[in-house]
């Protein structure tokens, strides 16, 4: 059973729109991350957190913004939305005071944008 | 910048054949090793790890290896079964204390019945 959560799973949306990604975890992380997966598998990591108020750019642009109001909750959201950000994305968390500590990531969300 | 690089892209073996992906990174302060299996429509999930202060890892089917010098790292699945059909990811720690992994790019396995 899944510790991360992620709503929705799928979402068809049209150009313009605003809309938000949500992500929950219920394992205590301090650290949390988006992830941008495209169809050719790769992981490109767009937004990532430390902790309360903290958000960081990731590697890969994007126009994406992000919030960390609780320590649970790590919600994306893309203002106006356009066909070019159709995509999956994945949202992670981990923490490094425990053994092992890989991400644990959510089930993703397919963005389709029309 | 640092980087993985994963070999094969796509891997197609008979069950019950061995498969192994290959991975190798660049930052030499890289510590923990972990690789993600990923199942259609499902998130990536770890299978298993390893730190750099060990060569050699094995959970049941699975282990992965660790040769440091060359800076190379491999996943083996033995005795392959077709729910072991997936997308495997490895990824290197970066140890300049952000916390974040380098991913490879994916390797798409297919265990033929």
């Known amino acids: 059973e899944a510790d991360i959560y992620q709503t929705p799973r799928y979402l068809v949306i049209g150009t313009g729109k605003k809309i938000t990604l949500e992500c929950s975890q219920t394992?205590?992380?301090?650290?949390m991350y988006w992830y941008q997966q495209d169809p050719g598998m790769e992981l490109h990591l767009i937004h990532y957190s430390y902790g309360v108020n903290s958000t960081e750019k990731g590697d890969l642009s994007s126009e994406s913004t992000v919030s960390r109001i609780r320590t649970e909750h790590f919600p994306l959201t893309l203002e106006s939305a356009r066909p070019s950000h159709t995509s999956q994305y994945l949202c992670?968390?981990?923490?490094?005071?425990?053994?092992?500590?890989?991400?644990?990531f959510g089930s993703g969300t397919r963005l389709t944008v029309v | 910048g640092e980087n993985v690089e994963q070999h094969p892209s796509t891997l197609s073996v008979q069950e019950g054949d061995s498969a192994v992906i290959k991975c190798t990174y660049s930052d030499s302060a890289s510590n923990y090793f972990p690789w993600y299996k990923q199942e259609l429509g499902k998130g990536p999930q770890l299978i298993i790890d390893i730190r750099s202060n060990v060569g050699e890892k094995k959970d049941q089917r699975i282990a992965v290896t660790l040769n440091k010098t060359a800076k190379h790292f491999s996943l083996h699945i033995t005795e392959t079964q077709p729910e072991d059909s997936a997308v495997y990811f490895c990824a290197a720690s970066i140890t300049s204390g952000t916390y974040k992994y380098i991913f490879g790019t994916g390797t798409r396995l297919k265990v033929l019945a």
């Open positions: 394992m205590g992380h301090d650290k």
């Open positions: 992670a968390s981990s923490t490094l005071t425990e053994i092992p500590y890989g991400y644990t």
